[in-house]
């Protein structure tokens, strides 16, 4: 029987569109954020390989569940975050609900509107803030700023591969019901270049993933570890400006993603940024609210 690892698909952190774990990252934090990210970057690619059949999608996910409750020995990534979450006394919660998010993409293609698309993000965006956060030990009061930021960044990806998601795997995130009220099918994603209809929705959900940045900008002075406010920071800035592009540019025909040159000058505006902006200290009074309030 196969194990996850058999369908990693080679790609890495580095190879991310947002940074994972980067030299901002305390060393003392980096190794835990890795152990997290190896295992989110195998589940992403069972559920994501082309020719493995929906049912062992799921058979291979369930396998990583058990092994990170204890259940199995059997998969390597998921023992090894298991150790690390003992360690640091970490709750396994969003591991499992980020698994929960890969097997919708191993059986689910389709995404009828933004609340469907934003329950989603709910599962397969928000628990990598909220690790990243537990990681540091931040307040949880962090959360609804954090689980912003995450839906946004996944959007961008979205639209960003729209055209390649619909090739590569049959799976469209863009909402049916506005590509509906556009008069468009899926078939749109498979041009050479947006057609207007099209663009008007990209860029209709762009701007709502301005919304989403708007709800995240206080994040970066909520937490209280510096490097981690820099990370944030940068990562803020470079969601807002992709949008922007989107806005502006066809994601089926245009260069979105960033060059290196361009990523630092958004550094340097993110460390702008931090050093005008005010930080906000907030300790844990509540839970959060389960749901994200940006909705």
């Not at 019901?177 to 762009?206: F, K, N, T, Y």
């Not at 290196?260 to 000058?265: D, F, P, R, S, V």
């Amino acid at each position: 029987m196969s194990a996850a690892e058999d369908l990693q698909s080679g790609k890495g952190r580095r190879d991310e569109n947002f940074p994972v774990a980067s030299l901002l990252i305390e060393p003392r934090f980096r190794g835990p954020m890795i152990a997290f990210y190896r295992f989110a970057r195998t589940a992403d690619d069972v559920a994501d390989h082309p020719s493995t059949r929906p049912d062992e999608k799921l058979r291979l996910l369930e396998q990583m569940r058990v092994s990170l409750l204890g259940e199995s020995e059997r998969d390597a990534p998921a023992l090894a975050l298991r150790r690390m979450l003992a360690e640091r006394r970490l709750p396994a919660m969003h591991a499992l609900d980020l698994l929960e998010a890969f097997r919708r993409d191993a059986s689910k293609a389709r995404y009828a509107s933004w609340d469907e698309l934003m329950d989603y993000c709910r599962y397969s965006a928000a628990p990598v803030g909220r690790m990243v956060l537990d990681i540091h030990g931040e307040s949880q009061t962090t959360w609804p700023a954090s689980d912003a930021l995450c839906a946004a960044l996944q959007v961008i990806n979205h639209l960003q591969d729209c055209a390649k998601d619909y090739r590569e795997l049959d799976r469209v995130y863009l909402p049916a019901d506005e590509l509906a009220a556009a008069g468009l099918d899926v078939a749109a994603l498979d041009q050479p270049a947006a057609s207007p209809a099209l663009r008007r929705v990209i860029v209709s959900l762009a701007e709502r993933t301005g919304e989403l940045l708007r709800h995240s900008r206080p994040l970066a002075g909520q937490v209280r570890n510096r490097r981690l406010r820099l990370e944030i920071a940068f990562i803020q800035r470079v969601a807002e400006d992709l949008t922007g592009r989107l806005i502006t540019h066809d994601p089926l025909s245009q260069r979105v993603h960033h060059r290196k040159l361009e990523l630092a000058g958004l550094a340097v505006s993110a460390l702008g940024r931090v050093v005008r902006e005010p930080t906000v200290r907030r300790e844990l009074e509540t839970p959060p609210e389960s749901q994200p309030q940006w909705r």
